[in-house]
């Protein structure tokens, strides 16, 4: 899914991040009319945020922490709002984050099985020439042996040719006595 240079995976979930700020923003608005989202949703989220960030500001600075005063019930819906907006572009952004490192492997996964198949493809092909080859050497090795069998047919069927022509060949005779 590549256009030129660009990938287009990646502007859609640029564009996905893009569209959860505002949908985020509708969501806060949301919260702070709705008594239920503020309630439950935005209020409880709030308070513990504050009564963490309270007690780790007082530790830092020396004092002890023991008892954290709450928000009032506008500051946490505020918060909590600001925190559920912040939750959703988070949770967005690593679910883009999430869906390009599957792509990614099942990107890779499809090149290494295309690599172990041409590998496989490979290794059958040598495994074809080897067998060609060893039935090229035996044709090699079979092919001297047969035309030195048909030059010496052939030089025999020469020698047959000229005798028959000369005609039978003398019967040795027996070499005279020598006299003394």
């Known amino acids: 899914m590549v256009v030129g240079a660009f990938p287009m995976a990646k502007l859609l979930y640029l564009g ?20 239920f989202f503020k309630t439950y949703i935005c209020l409880p989220p709030a308070q513990l945020y504050h009564w963490v960030e309270m007690r ?11 008892a954290v005063k709450p928000l009032n019930e506008e500051a946490a819906a505020e918060l909590g709002a600001e925190l559920l907006g912040e939750a959703i572009i988070f949770v967005t952004a690593c679910s883009c984050l999430m869906l390009e ?5 099942s990107y890779q996964r499809r090149k290494e099985k295309e690599r172990h198949a041409s590998w496989g493809a490979l ?24 035309c030195a069998l048909e030059e010496l047919r052939a030089q025999m069927q020469e020698v047959r040719a000229q005798l028959c022509i000369r005609g039978p060949p ?11």
């Open 16 to 35: 996905i991040r893009q569209v959860s700020k505002p949908l985020a923003n509708r969501i806060k608005e949301a919260a702070r009319r709705s008594e």
């Open 56 to 66: 780790a500001k007082m530790r830092i600075m020396g004092f002890n922490a023991e």
């Open 101 to 105: 490192y599957w792509r990614h492997q």
């Open 123 to 146: 290794r059958d092909e040598v495994g074809h020439l080897a067998l060609a080859l060893e039935a090229l050497q035996a044709q090699v090795q079979a092919a001297p042996q047969q």
């Open 170 to 180: 003398p019967a040795p005779q027996a070499a005279p006595a020598s006299e003394e």
